[in-house]
């Protein structure tokens, strides 16, 4: 189990991350957003992007843990709920919305150095 220590842990520990706030906690790299609270309206958890065409598969892999509410539908994000997930595959989950967001070059150099 995880909480939002881990997740700041987690999402500071990649490059170039920023942790901003509108009211919420918001990890962006360059500016772009890729990992953030959802509002508690929307089911809460924690939301991160996700590749358009991963999206449903994430959510049928484990319907208890990885969620998304109607503000999310037509949206690349997903919800999770942190209380089911372990902390490698949260990491994977940050970084992979990390790489989504970030320039390509920021990209491929973290890539190349992984």
Do not use: C
């Not at 509108?22 to 957003?33: A, E, H, I, M």
């Not at 959510?59 to 969620?67: A, C, G, K, Q, V």
């Not at 998304?68 to 902390?87: F, M, N, T, V």
């Amino acid at each position: 189990m995880v909480d939002w220590g881990t997740v700041r842990e987690l999402a500071l520990a990649l490059p170039e991350v920023e942790e901003t706030s509108d009211g919420r906690p918001t990890f962006r790299v360059r500016g772009k957003l890729f990992a953030w609270i959802a509002r508690e309206r929307d089911g809460g958890g924690l939301a991160v992007r996700v590749d358009r065409d991963e999206k449903q598969m994430l959510l049928d892999s484990n319907p208890d843990m990885y969620f998304s509410s109607a503000h999310y539908d037509g949206y690349p994000g997903i919800q999770i709920r942190l209380e089911l997930i372990e902390r490698d595959e949260l990491a994977e989950r940050l970084e992979d919305a990390w790489l989504i967001q970030a320039p390509k070059r920021l990209a491929a150099e973290f890539l190349a150095n992984s």
